[in-house]
């Protein structure tokens, strides 16, 4: 158990919709990165954020956007969803954005957009 | 630009005999380098990790890894594989830019024959 918590761990959703998805991050981490992974595109980075404010941003797009509250937890928001959004949706934390310690993933959310 | 190749996206050895994944990565500046595996229906878990100092790093389940600056690799190996070793396993690097970003190769689906 890496300590990182995801949920949902399944979305079915329509085309054009909007979804949430949920990461508390291990206990004491400040960082949480945000990745998709789909069969055709590997692990891709979206977004990371430290402390509440964003820190990275990757290939996330326009129509995703997220966030990092004061409890630390984070949320993905993807809207206006398309097929090829269908992926698994990881997120993952680390201590801080400055000292290089090795991610801690979550299981998951598998999205499926049909 | 900072970039990781894994060879072999499918790589296939008998119970027992050697694994040997292949990691090759390309940075201006010193990396940190991880190795992670992901089982079926699960999010990455950390096999091991090269920051500083002894290239030779040994990880968890057996697995083991060597910094060679000079080919630029970072290859993991086992000397023995077993069943439970089926899984797809992923390459990182870390370097700064701003912030640490992380780096994951494609992946490489190891199987193994009975």
């Known amino acids: 158990d890496s300590g990182v918590t995801q949920t949902p761990k399944h979305l079915i959703t329509a085309t054009g919709q909007r979804v949430t998805l949920r990461c508390s991050p291990r206990s004491g981490d400040l960082s949480v990165y945000w990745y998709q992974q789909s069969l055709d595109q590997g692990l891709q980075f979206l977004i990371q954020y430290y402390n509440g404010e964003e820190r990275a941003k990757g290939n996330i797009l326009e129509r995703f956007s997220a966030q990092q509250f004061p409890d630390l937890h984070s949320e993905l928001n993807l809207s206006s969803l398309e097929l090829g959004d269908s992926a698994l949706y990881f997120c993952?934390?680390?201590?801080?954005?400055?000292?290089?310690?090795?991610?801690?993933f979550g299981n998951g959310t598998r999205l499926t957009v049909t | 630009a900072q970039s990781v190749t894994q060879l072999g996206s499918h790589v296939s050895v008998s119970e027992g005999a050697l694994v040997l994944l292949r990691c090759n990565y390309s940075?201006?500046?010193?990396?940190?380098l991880f190795w992670y595996v992901q089982y079926p229906n699960q999010g990455l878990q950390l096999l091991l990790k090269?920051?500083?100092?002894?290239?030779l790093v040994k990880g968890i389940n057996g697995f083991e890894a060597e910094f060679k600056k000079s080919e630029t690799s970072f290859h993991l190996t086992k000397p023995s594989a077993h069943m439970s070793d089926a899984a797809e396993y992923f390459c990182a690097v870390s370097v700064w830019g701003g912030t640490y970003k992380y780096i994951f190769g494609t992946g490489t689906r190891l199987k193994v024959l009975a």
């Open positions: 090269y920051t500083t100092g002894a290239t």
């Open positions: 940075s201006s500046v010193p990396p940190y």
């Open positions: 993952a934390s680390s201590p801080a954005w400055g000292n290089n310690s090795p991610l801690h």
